[in-house]
């Protein structure tokens, strides 16, 4: 038994995670083939999901593209109004470094892979808001065990054999959940999210809002945080900071989404030997998400509970190490590390690759 079957989280069976999510109105597949839309199709399918006027049920499609268009809307504010250099430098290492280490060890790590235990309740609160809050749990986390179940085949939120524009809209187009989940099948899609310590809605709410999570705890705790966050940095250095900082957000969100894309060799085998083992998918080993956010992402599809993804010796992992510091500090415990595993499987095939 190998360390994921043996350690990891009960993974939900096939059958049931093709179900999980909204299948969009072209489908996932057509005779076992993967569906892959035009342009105007993704277009028609992204106007018809954030459409709030149409269905309330859209409520959490709609705050997720608002929170992008806000963030584009402050950035264009900073540049124009407030630019200076020192800002937007901080504002753009904030948004590298802050922001993707605080994703891989929030959403990724934690609320999706379970690879540590949080100690403490006020713990979690931090590590949530820690950043400005822009990218929600449910919009992740589901949708990220759907991805490592069926990563690169029909079903896939972001397939990245779907195209650019695929993975560029999947977050309104593929990543909310069904909205006709039985009862027991809701309780087991919440059961993905109530680890983390955010609202979750009883059967009856979610049949109402189409969601897990409640938008009338999800955006006064949102606003709360964007409140907090623009104050701290005004506090700082003035609007200039508060602009640079919050707008970065913007280029964040936009370069996770590529990365969706960018990550699994944007559609094609681009695997490169003696660096990526995995070949079950189309995810590759990139040095520039490895090192700004620990995202070393074959192996992280190698070893999915591991906080560890830093295997080789070129391969240094900060969100893992800040996970180590955590550890230490005694905030949290049981960090999953596939290292060990992992030399033990592929340390002569790294050999003949030098």
Known sequence: MTFLQNKSMKEPKDSFVKGMLLAPSYGWEHDGELVVPSLLDLIKEWCKRVNIVSSKRNWYTFLCTTSLFLTGIIFFVFMAFFFDWLSLIVALVFAAIIMGTQQTIWHHRYATHHAFKIKYN??????????????????????????HALSDKPG????????????????????????????????????????????????????????????????????????????????????????????????????????????????????????????????????????????????????????????????????????????????????VDAKSEFDSKYSGHQKRNR
């Open 122 to 147: 006020w713990v979690k609160i931090l590590l949530r808001n820690m950043v400005p809050r822009f990218l929600l749990e449910e919009v992740y986390v589901v949708p990220h065990y759907v991805h």
């Open 156 to 335: 896939d939120p972001y397939n990245s054999k779907g195209g650019f524009w695929y993975c560029m809209l999947s977050e309104e187009n593929h990543q909310c959940i069904s909205r006709k989940l039985s009862e027991n099948d809701y309780k087991r899609v919440r059961n993905l999210l109530v680890h983390s310590g955010v609202y979750t809605n009883s059967y009856k709410e979610y049949q109402k809002w189409g969601t897990v999570t409640n938008p009338l705890h999800t955006i006064p705790n949102v606003i709360m945080n964007w409140v907090i966050w623009y104050a701290l940095l005004y506090f700082i250095g003035g609007h200039s900071l508060a602009t640079a900082v919050i707008g970065a957000n913007f280029v964040y969100l936009i370069a996770l989404r590529y990365f969706n894309y960018d990550g699994h060799g944007s559609g094609k085998e681009a695997w490169q030997d003696g660096v990526d083992f995995d070949r079950t998918n189309l995810s590759v080993n990139q040095a520039v998400y490895g090192l700004v956010s620990g995202e070393w992402h074959n192996n992280h599809h190698l070893f999915p509970r591991s906080a560890n993804t830093g295997f080789l010796d070129h391969q240094i992992d900060f969100a893992y190490l800040a996970i180590v510091l955590m550890k230490k500090a005694g905030l949290v415990t049981d960090v």
